[in-house]
């Protein structure tokens, strides 16, 4: 079965610090996407990558940044954290397209 | 653009009770429909997924039949238990999106005893 980790699980961040989301998969999965979940406003897509070396901005990229270093890595950079960004961050993978994507466990992440 | 709405935000029923949860789309490409369930801090799951027309699909007692003349992919289920309480998420992928997800706002379902 497809398999997403993501880590940390949690994070507590102060205002104007640097955070790092890491998401590994081992679907060997071209596509991978980053997502936030805050109430009230569902799934929303931060940034998404076709394959090593590249990033695409989603819907809400203001803020973020991402690194797909290789196939089974790809990490969500917070240069200057906001206490706007406090939200639960997913990461999700999938093949094709049309195809579903798999999600990670989750990290929530306060910045304080 | 493409976009998926879902009307309702919140459904509570009473366990042993149909649901069906509302979902239309819009998209100029041919489409494909999935269904996402969320339970309490858990990650989003598939449930269902279409892109054939006036076919039902069905998975765990759910069911949804994609409709491209109404824009709609409704989920049902004709009994619903305590374990259905979770958040649903209808999601909406077609060739322009190149397998991105564009998702709707979320129905909450809770069911009581």
């Known amino acids: 079965e497809a398999a997403v980790t993501q880590s940390p699980r949690n994070k507590v961040a102060v205002t104007g610090g640097k955070v790092t989301l890491s998401c590994n998969q081992t679907?060997?999965?071209?596509?991978m996407y980053w997502y936030r979940q805050d109430t009230g406003h569902g799934l929303r897509l931060i940034h998404y990558?076709?394959?090593?070396?590249?990033?695409e901005k989603g819907d809400i990229p203001d803020g973020y940044k991402a690194s797909r270093p290789s196939q089974e890595n790809f990490s969500l950079i917070l240069e200057l954290a906001t206490p706007s960004q406090t939200s639960v961050y997913f990461c999700?993978?999938?093949?094709?397209?049309?195809?579903?994507?798999?999600f990670g466990p989750g990290t929530r992440l306060t910045v304080l | 653009g493409d976009s998926v709405t879902q009307t309702e935000g919140l459904v509570t029923l009473t366990k042993g009770l149909p649901v069906m949860l509302n979902c239309t789309y819009q998209t100029t490409y041919s489409p494909f429909l999935f269904w996402y369930v969320q339970h309490l801090n858990e990650a989003p799951k598939l449930l269902l997924k279409s892109s054939t027309d006036n076919k039902r699909t069905e998975h765990q007692g759910f069911y949804a039949t994609l409709h491209k003349s109404s824009s709609s992919f409704h989920l049902q289920k004709s009994s619903v238990q305590l374990s259905d309480s979770a958040l649903y998420f209808c999601a909406l992928s077609d060739l322009y999106n190149q397998g991105k997800l564009i998702f709707g706002q979320g129905t909450k379902l809770s069911i009581k005893p």
């Open positions: 679907n060997n999965h071209n596509n």
């Open positions: 990558s076709y394959g090593a070396g590249s990033t």
């Open positions: 999700a993978s999938g093949d094709r397209d049309y195809a579903e994507q798999f």
